[in-house]
């Protein structure tokens, strides 16, 4: 009896210790994440909401640049301007989107870092809507037009009448400008998994060549199959990478350092 006493004691006391120390049953960090995702998925509804108004006039300002404006567009089925409604909307919610997601990752996994670290990586959360609009406007400026560009060489090569239609013409656009825009979070990504010691620049290096191969891989699969627009893809993509691994160096030797000023206080308080 008195065995069991004891355990009966020392259970809340073992349950109300882990409390404290931030460490929560499995089963609160799943009730955790699915709030989060609720509220992700949340947001991406009110995002879709706003990018059906904001929609009409992405599409005028898209259909006034090149090559858009010299094109006749068609439309091959009653639902192409719908479809062309939702696409805009889905791509305006993404944008909308991306920093609430990036502060609910952050959110989440917050009660494991220390304060300091709460700190450093709250900081990324805007620079991540900057970096996807600075994908956006390479993959759309310098990405698209190649690939644009060299589809209609190949037809004109073969004779062929081109006749566009709306939602090819858009769905072709959006395939490449997405994955690239998402690509260009690559950095943050890197430096958050760092800042919370899940990567470091030693493993980096270690998949550079599989990385390498993946940043190729996409190159040649969004871009058409010549080596210059590949080239002009992959290139800043492994120039991303790199950049990510020296960022992930400079926050690891500052983790080191932290470290290392952490025990030389615990051994002189030892003392």
Do not use: C
Not at 206 to 211: D, F
Not at 250 to 269: F, G, P, V
């Amino acid at each position: 009896m008195g065995i069991r006493q004891d355990k009966a004691t020392e259970q809340p006391f073992n349950r109300e210790r882990l409390r404290e120390e931030g460490l929560m049953p499995l089963l609160e960090h799943i009730g955790e994440l699915r709030k989060r995702i609720f509220y992700m998925l949340l947001v991406i509804l009110v995002g879709l909401i706003a990018g059906l108004f904001v929609a009409k006039p992405a599409y005028d300002f898209i259909m006034s640049l090149e090559p858009a404006r010299s094109l006749p567009m068609h439309t091959f089925s009653l639902w192409d301007g719908v479809g062309v409604y939702m696409k805009f909307a889905l791509v305006i919610a993404l944008i909308i989107t991306i920093p609430f997601t990036a502060y609910q990752l952050w959110a989440f996994v917050k009660p494991a870092l220390h304060v300091k670290e709460q700190r450093a990586t709250l900081k990324y959360i805007p620079f991540a809507l900057l970096m996807f609009l600075v994908g956006l406007s390479f993959s759309y400026f310098v990405v698209f037009p190649l690939a644009f560009h060299f589809t209609r060489n190949v037809s004109d090569s073969l004779n062929l009448v081109e006749t566009f239609g709306i939602i090819q013409y858009f769905t072709f656009m959006f395939n490449i400008l997405i994955p690239i825009s998402l690509l260009f979070e690559l950095p943050l990504v890197i430096m958050f998994l760092t800042a919370i010691r899940i990567l470091n620049p030693i493993r980096l290096r270690k998949m550079r060549r599989i990385s390498y191969f993946i940043m190729i891989f996409i190159g040649v699969v969004v871009t058409p199959p010549d080596f210059v627009s590949d080239s002009l893809v992959a290139i800043p993509l492994i120039g991303l990478y790199e950049m990510s691994v020296f960022l992930s160096a400079a926050i690891y030797r500052k983790q080191l350092a932290a470290d290392k000023l952490q025990e030389e206080e615990m051994n002189e308080e030892a003392l």
